[in-house]
């Protein structure tokens, strides 16, 4: 056969140098794409966040339209949510309880209803208990973790630390809780408390209660501050926002300000604060424990509510005297973020 027409048969194909060259070409395109998606995830899960405190905001000025005042902080961290004390200073759970109903979660508002305001019967505390273990992704940052209950290891102590919900022993160390990625505003000054009254009768009574004539912020103790009480302006007050947490604990429930129910009363848990020096805004980083202190998972920004209801990202940088003033309602010095 001539040489031409041994050459027509031959198939064609590609050498090894140019497969070679095609993978380096497509891993290139990966490496420069991968950035970028994961960025645009990113932007979508930080969008979320925002999203989560503009409704959050909302469902607090909701409840001062019908209320006439802010959320209360409720009466410390032996205590969670309790349907049938209404709201403000006799509600003895977090303020993130108390916007259930104004954030289209009625029924676990009610969950734990049993028609006995004055008193802790056995189905409240069995009934408490499941609405402690329910997530609610309202209260979860998407970028920081996913919408589940983690470990509650504080709990698997020698005595119930709840007065009004079940809670395990040492033989259930794996009790879990839902949580909150949030905090509302508590002030530039902390204001230290325990863990609240020792039962309803000490409640009934008045007895166990902190003083917090001291307490500067929107949330605190069997708080009910009303919007003219912010006379520095709604728009110029820190109404809640994202909070810091430590990422190696993200997921053990050993954090300070993340070892509880997101219904618990007053603790780190709930409330931050921006005192100088103590409450420094951080993005989240293995090794760091910031308790009081509002931060966020995302780099450089943390999100934030005003008391108008308006949100918007913060720099991490932000000057502390700012910071500070941002979270005192009535200092006379009219703060802006930058």
Same mark, same amino acid.
């Given at each position: ?25 497509? %891993? ?8 970028? =998606? ?25 409840? =001062? ?13 032996? *205590? ?14 977090? *303020? ?26 056995? %189905? ?5 208990? /499941?609405?402690?273990?329910?997530? =609610? ?51 530039? =000054?902390?204001?230290? *408390? ?45 109404? /809640? ?46 090794? /760091? ?5 509002f931060g966020s998972s995302h780099a450089g920004i943390f999100i934030m509510a005003m008391a108008d209801g308006s949100t918007r990202p913060v720099s991490q940088s932000i000057a502390p005297a700012i910071h500070r003033d941002l979270g005192d309602r009535a200092d006379g010095r009219s703060a802006e973020i930058p």
């Amino acid at each position: 056969m001539p040489q031409r027409n041994r050459r027509a048969f031959r198939r064609p194909g590609f050498t090894l140098v140019e497969l070679l060259v095609v993978i380096a070409i497509i %891993a290139t395109l990966i490496g420069l794409l991968l950035p970028a =998606v994961q960025s645009a995830r990113e932007a979508a899960r930080r969008t979320q966040c925002s999203n989560n405190v503009r409704q959050q905001a909302l469902a607090c000025l909701l409840h =001062v339209d019908k209320r006439n005042f802010l959320p209360s902080g409720g009466w410390g961290w032996s *205590w969670t949510g309790d349907p049938d004390r209404g709201f403000g200073r006799d509600q003895p759970g977090s *303020w993130g309880f108390s916007i259930l109903p104004f954030a289209e979660n009625e029924l676990l508002f009610e969950m734990a209803s049993d028609g006995e305001p004055d008193r802790v019967t056995a %189905a409240q505390m069995r009934q408490a208990a /499941l609405a402690c273990s329910t997530p =609610v992704s309202l209260f979860i940052c998407p970028s920081r973790r996913a919408v589940r209950n983690y470990p509650t290891p504080i709990y698997a102590s020698n005595r119930t630390p709840l007065y009004n919900a079940t809670a395990p022993r040492q033989n259930q160390p794996g009790y879990e809780t839902n949580r909150n990625d949030y905090k509302a505003n508590a002030g530039s =000054v902390r204001i230290m *408390w325990g863990t609240g009254p020792g039962g309803m009768a000490d409640a009934l009574a008045g007895r166990g209660f902190d003083d917090m004539a001291g307490s500067n912020g929107l949330f605190f103790q069997r708080s009910e501050v009303r919007l003219s009480q912010i006379s520095d302006g709604t728009s110029k007050t820190y109404l /809640l926002g994202e909070k810091y947490l430590n990422p190696d604990n993200y997921e053990t429930g050993r954090d300070p300000s993340d070892d509880h129910s997101l219904f618990v009363g007053d603790d780190y848990d709930p409330q931050g604060w921006t005192e100088i020096g103590a409450c420094p805004v951080a993005q989240d980083t293995p090794g /760091l424990e910031l308790s009081w202190s509002f931060g966020s998972s995302h780099a450089g920004i943390f999100i934030m509510a005003m008391a108008d209801g308006s949100t918007r990202p913060v720099s991490q940088s932000i000057a502390p005297a700012i910071h500070r003033d941002l979270g005192d309602r009535a200092d006379g010095r009219s703060a802006e973020i930058p």
